[in-house]
């Protein structure tokens, strides 16, 4: 099976889980899986791209899906409630109304473009975690990069680690396979340089990966703007967004603490929560969870799926809306906690 074939099967079992967890959360059944409230995680809000290939399509949401998953959690008994206060509300007695917190990650502009609007109009509290080098542009956003730069080239050729090889890039298929063995070697080898190696290949097919992060991604001044809006919060996501866990500790503490110190210094105030990057288990462990700690984070999330329990507040887990499934419906479930149950979780 390939790559798109796996791919679209994954999605197929996801989507029939949720509909599933729906249906029995409808039902009234299995009340208990919900907790005490859900964090989601978002990335972008903006209008619907029409591509045939898009790599990152499920780090996506429209503003109109933003809306309707408000008003159905609104609808669902949900309290909206800023993301530091979880640890004093993780402490309370269980019973309570559930609340969802929202959490975007990396900084694009388009939360300030047209996810802001809706939290607004919703009057709902969100988290936006930036990451220094992507806000600064001294840092490329490999995923973006390649989206652009597979869409483009007609073929590229690339050492991997064994010798330069010829990809070609007649269509999505071909695309989607090569997006798949860069993901790969970027998480495998050094990421620094790994990355470095993917903005010169762009660089060589006339893309300047830094002119894509400064069209997509908040700067100082956005930023600053954003941080005096009523319910807006700005919170850490490191320097270069690397894996943590594969840092020297040393290092992954600096890439901590110097992006709470950027986020203090463009809004004035020191960052209570910080997001690992990526957030998987490979990417994000209990040493990171430490240094957190140390660090005086009273918030720290992953992107792992769960629902968030007293005493985890430096290992957070959260839920994602993702692109692919777009659906009221949905919303509810992720809320339920169900889909976990039905997991095993």
Known sequence: ????????????????????????????????????GVIFTLHHVRPQLSQAFAPNAHLEITPQFLDAALRRLTRDGYRFVPLDQLPALLAEPEGGRP??????????????????????????????????????????????????????????????????ERLALAGPQQ?????????????????????????????ENGIEPTDIVRDLVMGPAQLQWLARRPLATLGAHTISHRALARLPEAEARIEMEVSADYVEAVSGIRPAAIAYPYGTPEAATVREAAIAGRLGFSVAVTTQPGLPAAGEASYLPRMSLNGFYQKRRYVSALASGIPLKLMGR
């Open 1 to 36: 099976m390939t790559g798109q074939l796996k791919r679209l099967a994954k999605r197929a079992a996801i989507g029939a889980g949720l509909e599933a967890s729906w249906l029995i959360a409808a039902a009234g059944l299995m009340r208990q899986a919900r907790g005490r």
């Open 99 to 164: 609340f969802a917190a929202f959490t975007l990650d990396d900084g694009y502009t388009n939360n300030m473009e047209h996810a802001l609007p809706v939290f607004e109009r919703h009057r709902v509290p969100f988290t936006v975690f930036v990451t220094k080098g992507f806000a600064e542009g001294s840092h490329s956003i490999w995923w973006e990069t390649l989206a652009v730069l597979l869409r483009q080239a007609k073929e590229i050729r690339f050492d991997f680690g064994r010798g330069a």
């Open 175 to 203: 695309q989607w396979a090569a997006f798949d063995r860069f993901a790969a070697f970027i998480h495998r080898f050094d990421e620094a340089h790994a990355v470095a190696a993917v903005d010169r290949l762009a660089r």
